[in-house]
């Protein structure tokens, strides 16, 4: 059973501050203390065709870096979205912010009110806070890295495919209300009213089988 239309779910970009000057009371210590406190964390490299796939019942995802694995702890994945395909439906973080960069291939995001195409070298913050979704309009597969800050998207990503195989939804519609609570519990909040039009058909039930002719 294809559940595509149920939900959600990249982007990448670690966010670096750089200061400038010498500040009053900065001392060399500062900085030692601050790597200091947090486990080490060993460099890691994921080849082209290697790497965790998540257990994700909408699209591809291949997992590139967990929170476990950042000291900055952020989650980068990357998504491969087919032609013709949603992706998340409009929703709204409390917990977390979500970067997106896409490499090839378009992707149709919902930022600001505004419904925008984002080409290859393209890139967008979506921060918590605002409601926002992406999905994939155009006749080609998109590929894009995203990351998100923070640990609770990843529990939520890791938790959706287990959470829909233990329900046993009999339709999209009983996927979407799992995925929802699911949702709910790690601080997302779905808004179905906010789809705008443009997106509407790719989250729209498939229509019922025909009858047989006897």
């Given at each position: 059973?294809?559940?595509?239309?149920?939900i959600?779910?990249a982007?990448a970009?670690g966010?670096?501050a750089?200061?400038?000057?010498e500040?009053p009371h900065?001392?060399?210590d500062?900085h030692?203390?601050?790597i200091?406190?947090?486990a080490?964390h060993?460099?890691k490299?994921?080849?082209a065709t290697t790497?965790?796939m998540?257990?994700?019942?909408?699209?591809?995802v291949r997992?590139?870096?967990s929170?476990?694995?950042?000291?900055?702890?952020?989650?980068?994945?990357?998504f491969l979205?087919p032609?013709?395909?949603?992706?998340?439906?409009?929703?709204?973080h409390?917990?977390e912010?979500?970067?997106?960069?896409?490499?090839?291939?378009?992707?149709?995001?919902l930022s600001?009110?505004?419904?925008?195409?984002?080409n290859?070298?393209d890139f967008?913050?979506?921060?918590?806070?605002h409601?926002h979704?992406?999905?994939n309009?155009?006749?080609?597969?998109t590929e894009?890295?995203?990351?998100?800050?923070?640990?609770?998207?990843?529990?939520?990503?890791?938790?959706?495919?287990?959470?829909i195989a233990?329900?046993?939804?009999?339709?999209?519609?009983?996927?979407?209300?799992?995925i929802?609570q699911l949702?709910?519990?790690h601080?997302?909040?779905?808004?179905?009213?906010k789809?705008?039009?443009?997106?509407?058909p790719?989250y729209?039930?498939?229509?019922?089988p025909?009858?047989?002719?006897?």
């Open positions: 059973m294809k559940l595509t239309t149920a959600l779910p982007l970009l966010l670096a750089c200061a400038h000057g500040h900065e001392h060399a500062d030692a203390m601050t200091s406190d947090h080490d060993p460099d490299l994921v080849r790497g965790e998540v257990d994700n019942p909408f699209h591809p997992l590139l870096l929170n476990e694995e950042s000291a900055g702890e952020v989650t980068i994945y990357e979205l032609p013709k395909s949603p992706g998340s439906p409009p929703h709204t409390s917990l912010d979500e970067y997106f960069y896409v490499l090839s291939g378009t992707l149709d995001v600001n009110g505004e419904t925008l195409r984002l290859p070298g967008a913050a979506l921060n918590r806070g409601a979704m992406f999905w309009g155009s006749d080609t597969p894009l890295i995203m990351t998100t800050t923070g640990s609770s998207f990843e529990a939520f990503m890791k938790s959706a495919g287990p959470r233990e329900a046993k939804p009999a339709n999209a519609e009983e996927a979407g209300a799992v929802g949702a709910a519990e601080g997302i909040i779905i808004s179905m009213d789809m705008p039009e443009a997106a509407a790719f729209a039930p498939p229509p019922p025909e009858p047989v002719q006897e």
